[in-house]
């Protein structure tokens, strides 16, 4: 009778702990959520009450024409061009040089391991700063270029690590069978390493995605030819300019410019959140795919053992 109270006990304790679990990450998650939500509403609500702050949990008035307005931008088609460009070759070019070079670091034949290795690590926490980047890019005849956006991000310190990490925790069985067969070291890396590392991989890839994508800095420090614009740095001088015009109409004085001036205000606000929304959508979109693959690289990739 005591074992069967007992048990009875223990299963309220788990239910209630579950119960209690549940809620907790449930309003964790919909804290996460929230902001997001809240800026897809206010894009597709009336503007003036997107302005005016109105607008909390349902959008009122809705409309696309902020959508609309923002698709007229000029340059908008070739600017979104550049920055899938850069993301897709800036993250293939990252992921294999952080790939092989993590590899090659595992390999106590090759000539000056430890050198390179920590001559790669260090980077990670001296910088020149930004006129001797400047600098170099110029020296590299890489300013105004395509390639500016992709050269200087392939080597990342932190891949690097995660990836020797990840291939030191593999069998030494898998490299010495294939050098038994005559693999060479190019062999081993393209047929045994490289499939056996895809979920630190894909670590690897969503880092360095989500880097390219949100950078619009590499724009506006090496970039003069409108053509090679990214989409985030488009977005970025229309929402300054957006909000400039608006300071400049509001404080232009005059009842009679008070009109424009509170319907620049008003539009500027909903402009920014739809570019917002349109910058941080394809991450969103993206990041799913590769999630069960990053707990299991980042854990992996971490900690060895």
């Given at each position: 009778?005591?074992?069967s109270?007992?048990?009875?006990?223990?299963?309220?304790?788990?239910?209630?702990?579950?119960?209690?679990?549940?809620?907790?990450?449930?309003?964790?998650?919909?804290?996460?959520?929230?902001?997001?939500?809240?800026?897809?509403?206010?894009?597709?609500?009336?503007?003036?009450?997107?302005?005016?702050?109105?607008?909390?949990?349902?959008?009122?008035?809705?409309?696309?024409?902020?959508?609309?307005?923002l698709?007229?931008?000029?340059?908008?088609?070739?600017?979104?061009?550049?920055?899938?460009?850069?993301?897709?070759?800036?993250?293939?070019?990252?992921?294999?040089?952080?790939?092989?070079?993590?590899?090659?670091?595992?390999?106590?034949?090759?000539?000056?391991?430890?050198?390179?290795?920590?001559?790669?690590?260090?980077?990670?926490?001296?910088?020149?700063?930004?006129?001797?980047?400047?600098?170099?890019?110029?020296?590299?005849?890489?300013?105004?270029?395509?390639?500016?956006?992709?050269?200087?991000?392939?080597?990342q310190?932190?891949?690097?690590?995660?990836?020797?990490?990840?291939?030191?925790?593999?069998?030494?069985?898998?490299?010495?069978?294939?050098?038994?067969?005559?693999?060479?070291?190019?062999?081993?890396?393209?047929?045994?390493?490289?499939?056996?590392?895809?979920?630190?991989?894909?670590?690897?890839?969503?880092?360095?995605?989500?880097?390219?994508?949100?950078?619009?800095?590499?724009?506006?420090?090496?970039?003069?030819?409108?053509?090679?614009?990214?989409?985030?740095?488009?977005?970025?001088?229309?929402?300054?300019?957006?909000?400039?015009?608006?300071?400049?109409?509001?404080?232009?004085?005059?009842?009679?410019?008070?009109?424009?001036?509170?319907?620049?205000?008003?539009?500027?606000?909903s402009?920014?959140?739809?570019v917002?929304?349109?910058?941080?959508?394809?991450?969103?979109?993206?990041?799913?795919?590769?999630?069960?693959?990053?707990?299991?690289?980042?854990?992996i990739?971490?900690?060895?053992?």
């Amino acid at each position: 009778m005591s074992s069967s109270l007992k048990r009875k006990k223990t299963g309220a304790v788990d239910a209630a702990f579950n119960i209690a679990n549940y809620l907790i990450f449930g309003i964790f998650t919909l804290l996460c959520i929230y902001p997001f939500y809240y800026m897809v509403i206010n894009t597709i609500s009336a503007n003036d009450l997107s302005a005016a702050g109105a607008i909390r949990f349902i959008p009122r008035g809705i409309h696309l024409e902020n959508y609309k307005a923002l698709a007229q931008l000029r340059g908008l088609g070739p600017a979104a061009l550049v920055s899938v460009g850069k993301t897709v070759i800036g993250t293939v070019l990252a992921v294999l040089v952080s790939a092989f070079l993590g590899f090659m670091f595992t390999q106590e034949r090759m000539w000056g391991r430890k050198f390179w290795y920590r001559f790669v690590v260090i980077t990670m926490y001296f910088n020149a700063g930004l006129i001797p980047m400047f600098i170099t890019m110029k020296n590299l005849h890489l300013l105004n270029t395509f390639w500016v956006y992709v050269i200087p991000t392939v080597v990342q310190p932190f891949n690097i690590i995660l990836v020797k990490t990840y291939v030191e925790s593999l069998p030494k069985a898998l490299q010495e069978a294939a050098e038994i067969d005559g693999a060479g070291i190019f062999t081993v890396f393209w047929k045994v390493i490289l499939p056996t590392c895809t979920p630190i991989l894909a670590t690897v890839a969503i880092f360095a995605a989500v880097s390219q994508w949100n950078n619009y800095q590499d724009t506006l420090l090496y970039i003069i030819d409108q053509k090679l614009y990214s989409l985030q740095y488009l977005l970025y001088t229309y929402i300054n300019q957006a909000s400039s015009l608006a300071a400049m109409v509001r404080n232009s004085g005059g009842a009679a410019m008070s009109g424009t001036a509170l319907m620049t205000q008003q539009t500027g606000t909903s402009i920014q959140m739809t570019v917002s929304v349109v910058v941080v959508l394809p991450i969103l979109c993206i990041y799913p795919m590769f999630q069960r693959f990053f707990v299991k690289g980042i854990m992996i990739g971490s900690v060895k053992g």
